[in-house]
Nanobody, 126 residues
Framework: QVQLVESGGGLVQAGGSVRLSCAAS??????????MGWFRQAPGKEREFVTA??????YYADSIKGRFTFSRDNAKNTVYLQMNSLKPEDTAVYYC???????????????????WGQGTQVTVSS
């Protein structure tokens, strides 16, 4: 019923920028009232929280704070992740997620989300 489709990933040099998009669709999905988040998973690593927006407030992981920016366009049912000053350690598959999250603390827990995109690969070369 709900689909999330990421786009914008690719290969970029360290210090460069990439903008990821996540378009949501589905008749049962209320985009404007749902929490939207980004997670990533690097090779050999566990999935980790990157950023999420909940009731108008955006939360960022310490590892990317100041470099990545979350934005949301409710009219287009789309969220974006602007990634600047990229580092090789940012290399990962990035996933968009959506769901009804009760409290901000639960935004960091992937299993709390109801919907996931297929992911888009971001590779940062040194």
């Amino acid at each position: 019923q709900v689909q999330l489709v990421e786009s914008g990933g690719g290969l970029v040099q360290a210090g460069g920028s990439v903008r990821l998009s996540c378009a949501a669709s589905g008749r049962t999905f209320t985009f404007s009232s749902s929490a939207m988040g980004w997670f990533r998973q690097a090779p050999g690593k566990e999935r980790e929280f990157v950023t999420a927006n909940w009731r108008g407030t955006t939360y960022y992981a310490d590892s990317i704070k100041g470099r990545f920016t979350f934005s949301r366009d409710n009219a287009k049912n789309t969220v974006y992740l602007q990634m600047n000053s990229l580092k090789p350690e940012d290399t990962a598959v990035y996933y968009c997620a959506a769901g009804t999250i009760a409290t901000p603390s639960r935004l960091f827990l992937g299993y709390e989300y109801d919907y996931w995109g297929q992911g888009t690969q971001v590779t940062v070369s040194s």
